[in-house]
């Protein structure tokens, strides 16, 4: 049985990593999955080179929600599925989709492993995974999923620099609990690695509490995006 399922990743200057991550999705491709790359207007060769290992490269205004959104308009499968380019997807995917198929799921996402060896990436990894259970909600890393009618009857992303999964993760919880994947998604610890492990976390929970507490995401963007990466292809919160 074919899977349906819309692949979409957001990439920004992503040419030393998008072909080896695309060539992981091959196999998925070759059951049916679409894959639709995203590119925010990248500086470097990062369309040129996903070009055939797609099945469509199309181009938007850079910023992941926006990006994602664009995708969505050009997926043509049931369920919709946000990657980012450096997070891997589990070998077990398509039982894993054909699951869904046979749910009463309407969205949900997978539990995480960060790559690093050192033993605080397997802790952050857990603690992500706990904090995900209890409160619903999935953030950009953890693999979002979502049947195209749902994220299409709520209106999508909100248009929003920073909190775009929080924010959909919560107006998705209005209408079902999400499906927790057990298996593990695997994403980079480049965050960590380059920003320092404590650096990160305190930087990432200080906005996530702001932003309960209301704060604007456009002000909280300019605090997160002060730094030395590119919008689509950092980390989600």
Same mark, same amino acid.
């Given at each position: +049985? @074919?899977?349906?399922? =819309?692949?979409?990743?957001?990439?920004?200057?992503?040419?030393? /990593?998008?072909?080896?991550? *695309?060539?992981?999705?091959?196999?998925?491709?070759?059951?049916?999955?679409?894959?639709?790359?995203?590119?925010?207007?990248?500086?470097?060769?990062?369309?040129?080179?996903?070009?055939?290992?797609?099945?469509?490269?199309?181009?938007?205004?850079?910023?992941?929600?926006?990006?994602?959104?664009?995708?969505?308009?050009?997926?043509?499968?049931?369920?919709?599925?946000?990657?980012?380019?450096?997070?891997?997807?589990?070998?077990?995917?398509?039982?894993?989709? +054909? @699951?869904?198929?046979? =749910?009463?799921?309407?969205?949900?996402?997978?539990?995480?492993? /960060?790559?690093?060896?050192? *033993?605080?990436?397997?802790?952050?990894?857990?603690?992500?995974?706990?904090?995900?259970?209890?409160?619903?909600?999935?953030?950009?890393?953890?693999?979002?999923?979502?049947?195209?009618?749902?994220?299409?009857?709520?209106?999508?992303?909100?248009?929003?620099?920073?909190?775009?999964?929080?924010?959909?993760?919560?107006?998705?919880?209005?209408?079902?609990?999400?499906?927790?994947?057990?298996?593990?998604?695997?994403?980079?610890?480049?965050?960590?690695?380059?920003?320092?492990?404590?650096?990160?976390?305190?930087?990432?929970?200080?906005?996530?509490?702001?932003?309960?507490?209301?704060?604007?995401?456009?002000?909280?963007?300019?605090?997160?995006?002060?730094?030395?990466?590119?919008?689509?292809?950092?980390?989600?919160?």
């Amino acid at each position: +049985m @074919a899977l349906s399922l =819309s692949i979409i990743l957001p990439v920004l200057n992503e040419s030393g /990593l998008i072909q080896s991550q *695309l060539q992981k999705l091959q196999p998925l491709r070759e059951q049916g999955a679409e894959i639709i790359v995203v590119d925010g207007g990248s500086t470097d060769d990062s369309a040129r080179l996903a070009s055939g290992l797609a099945d469509r490269v199309i181009t938007s205004e850079a910023g992941r929600a926006r990006q994602m959104n664009a995708g969505a308009e050009q997926a043509s499968r049931e369920w919709l599925l946000f990657l980012h380019i450096d997070t891997t997807l589990p070998a077990s995917m398509p039982n894993i989709v +054909m @699951a869904w198929d046979f =749910s009463h799921a309407t969205w949900g996402f997978f539990n995480v492993r /960060l790559d690093g060896e050192p *033993l605080v990436y397997k802790v952050l990894s857990w603690f992500i995974n706990r904090r995900s259970y209890y409160s619903g909600v999935g953030t950009g890393d953890q693999c979002l999923f979502v049947r195209r009618d749902v994220f299409s009857d709520i209106g999508g992303y909100s248009d929003i620099p920073l909190m775009e999964d929080i924010e959909l993760c919560k107006r998705l919880k209005k209408k079902a609990r999400p499906l927790i994947v057990v298996s593990k998604a695997t994403t980079s610890a480049r965050k960590w690695q380059r920003e320092g492990v404590w650096r990160t976390v305190f930087l990432m929970w200080r906005l996530r509490l702001a932003y309960f507490f209301g704060a604007d995401p456009h002000q909280l963007a300019q605090k997160y995006y002060d730094r030395k990466y590119d919008q689509a292809g950092d980390k989600g919160l």
